[in-house]
């Protein structure tokens, strides 16, 4: 069942996924609301609360009259701020963000978690998936207050579910970007140093699709808190997804047959088969052989 919305608030809407986010409802005639810590002035929303999402006052007033929520602010990494800052502050806005959505009776709501929820991009030890496609239910290694904090994001999505009976989807977005913003220098890299992908298993979304999959999520009814990976179909690194495997997680044990080409080794059926996600923007990669 696809929901009708008439206005969606987005928290943390400056932000690269979510200046797309506004732009994707506006093209889909979706009015938005945007909460901003600073009103940079150019946002496509034709309402901005300025406040943090930890402000129940704040995200009250921006709670008003909408009938979906897209929660994207958070401190992106675990080592720019404190760790008490980034667990903390990414962990109470979410409750704080859901617990309002609810209580506004808010039916349809959407979060950004992330690929760092299974604990391997900010390991300070080598650490390696238990298999591949890595899926939502492989069990995390997290050592970093981020990707403990998007495991709680999860846990607190399931509460709310439960609380307010709301509509709910946690997106596990990989590294994000464009390719004029971030994509063509991380290409580059990984086709230098071919392991520098290796934690985040080579895979990517761009930011045109990683909003498109916030708004499909949102429209569709789940009876459950869903937890789903999104991302490329294929990766940003030029060499096989087996070769690489092989040589940077030697051992892995797969639960299907092999990955094809350069076929991102994650679980995207959840996003595929729930909310018809697919990405449709791929940044052009020229397969060729891993080098010894």
Known sequence: MTASLNRVLVTGAAGRIGRATLDVLAASGITATALVLDDPGDLLADRVVVGSA?????????????????????????????????????????????????????????????????????????RHPEYVPVDVAMPAQVEDPYGLSKQTDELTAAMMV??????????????????????????????????AGSRDMWAYLD??????????????????????????????????????LRRFHPGVTHYGPALPGRTVPLDLSDAREVFGFTAEFEYEVAERPLPE
């Open 54 to 126: 930890t402000d129940p006052a704040a995200v009250g007033e921006a709670m008003s009259g909408v009938d979906g929520v897209i929660h994207l602010a958070a401190i992106p990494v675990p080592d720019r701020n404190p760790p008490q800052e980034v667990f903390g502050g990414n962990t109470l806005a979410t409750f704080t963000v859901l617990d309002e959505a609810g209580r506004a009776g808010v039916a349809h709501t959407v979060i950004a978690s992330s690929y760092a929820a299974t604990g391997l991009p900010f390991s300070r030890a080598d």
């Open 162 to 195: 439960r609380r307010y009976g709301m509509s709910l989807a946690a997106l596990r977005y990989p590294f994000v970007g464009g390719i004029g913003d971030r994509l063509s220098e991380h290409a580059a890299l990984l086709a230098a140093q071919p392991g």
């Open 207 to 244: 930011t045109r699709d990683a909003a498109r999959a916030a708004l499909l999520a949102l429209q569709v009814d789940v009876s459950e808190a869903l937890v789903a990976y999104v991302a490329a179909p294929r990766t940003l690194s030029p060499y096989p997804t087996e070769d690489l």
